[in-house]
C-alpha cells in the first residue's frame, strides 16, 4: 500500500526567510527593545540633570545685587579669638552620670 504524498503549501518567502535565519524571529526583537531603550534612557536621564542644575543655579541679577549687599564682613583675628574663647569654656567640665529609669540597666554590675 502507498503512502500518502505530502505536498508542501506555498508559503510567503518571510517564512523561508525566517526558517532560514531564526535570529529574525527569535533575536531581533528582543535586542531591539534593549537597545533602543538604553538610548531612551540615557537621554532622559541627562534631561533630568539638566533640568535639576538649571533649577539651582538660575539666579538673575536683583538676587545676586541683594546677596552680596547683605554679606558679613570677616575678620580672621576676630574668628581666632572667638574659637579660643570656646576652647577655654570647654576646660571646664565634670563627669555626670545620666538618670536612667527604674528597672533600666544603667552599666553598674552589682
Known amino acids: 500500500m502507498r503512502t500518502f504524498v505530502r505536498k508542501r503549501l506555498n508559503q510567503p518567502p518571510i517564512y523561508r526567510a525566517i526558517k532560514r535565519h531564526p535570529f529574525l524571529y527569535f533575536g531581533l526583537p528582543l535586542i531591539v527593545p534593549i537597545v533602543g531603550g538604553s538610548f531612551v534612557l540615557s537621554y532622559l536621564t541627562q534631561t533630568r540633570y539638566d533640568l535639576y542644575d538649571n533649577k539651582n ?16 564682613q570677616v ?12 576652647n577655654e569654656e570647654l576646660d571646664d567640665w565634670k563627669v555626670k552620670r545620666v538618670e536612667r529609669l527604674d528597672g533600666e540597666f544603667d552599666g553598674i554590675l552589682k
Request: zero cysteines.
Open 75 to 86: 575678620n580672621l583675628q576676630k574668628e581666632y579669638e572667638k574659637l579660643q574663647a570656646t
Open 57 to 72: 543655579k538660575k539666579v538673575d541679577k536683583e538676587e545676586k545685587l541683594h546677596l552680596n549687599k547683605n554679606r558679613r
